[in-house]
């Protein structure tokens, strides 16, 4: 069974504070994993994506995230937010198995920026 | 410019009617997906399309049927509503189905089912 682990429903932090969202998952093959952010009424929008490699991957406006694999966690991180960052973040796996396109989701965090 | 347009925004049903929630992209864009969200529940896949074609089905219950007239849409119909089919429907697409393409998401369907 595949699953993608949030564990902080919600978490509140003031601007220019810095951030970890956690993300754990569990899945035996091969996998990439990602990163989304939904802001209130908005689709998802792509943050980052990592399949191998460095291991500390850059995204946008300034979030990052770092895979483990002895973990089995890609949390993403933030030095310093802005209110603007407030928002759902969902992080999501994708095996890479077949030709099927397909992203398992986490519950997702609710990231409140306070001013 | 949203690049994927999900039409109605909302949508409000009696149990028991059809629905067809449209999307359309403009990305040129190969592969189209639709996800559900549901309350407390996490973001699930439903249904992929690459060149108009069925390429994976993750949904039960055949009340849900995707239809695509041109490689730029993916309407999805639902019949028979239940209360349980509440939820945002979210469209999706990439360049093609390989693990390593980004999705990219349209703003969703609401859809309330009384």
């Known amino acids: 069974t595949q699953t993608v682990s949030q564990s902080d429903a919600h978490v509140t932090v003031f601007e220019g504070d810095s951030v970890e969202l956690r993300c754990n998952y569990s899945?035996?093959?091969?996998?990439?994993l990602s990163w989304y952010i939904q802001h209130h009424g908005r689709g998802l929008q792509f943050l980052l994506k990592?399949?191998?490699?460095?291991?500390v991957v850059q995204g946008v406006n300034g979030f990052e995230a770092e895979f483990s694999k002895s973990d089995s966690s890609f949390h993403l991180r933030k030095a310093s937010v802005h209110w603007s960052d407030s928002a759902v973040y969902f992080c999501a796996v994708s095996p890479i198995t077949g030709n099927t396109r397909k992203l398992i989701f986490g519950l997702g965090t609710t990231l409140q920026v306070q001013p | 410019d949203p690049k994927i347009i999900q039409k109605p925004k909302y949508l409000v049903a009696v149990t028991g009617s059809e629905k067809i929630l449209i999307c359309e992209q403009y990305l040129g864009h190969n592969a189209m997906y639709w996800y559900r969200q549901s309350a407390k529940k996490p973001l699930e896949f439903m249904f992929s399309?690459?060149?108009?074609?069925?390429?994976d089905n993750q949904t039960a219950s055949s009340r849900f049927q995707p239809q695509s007239s041109k490689k730029n849409h993916l309407d999805l119909q639902i019949t028979a509503l239940k209360p349980d089919d509440s939820a945002t429907y979210f469209c999706a697409s990439s360049q093609d189905t390989g693990s390593q393409n980004t999705l990219y998401f349209g703003a969703g369907t609401r859809l309330s089912v009384l």
């Open positions: 990592y399949y191998s490699g460095n291991p």
């Open positions: 399309y690459s060149y108009q074609k069925l390429m």
């Open positions: 899945y035996g093959g091969s996998i990439y």
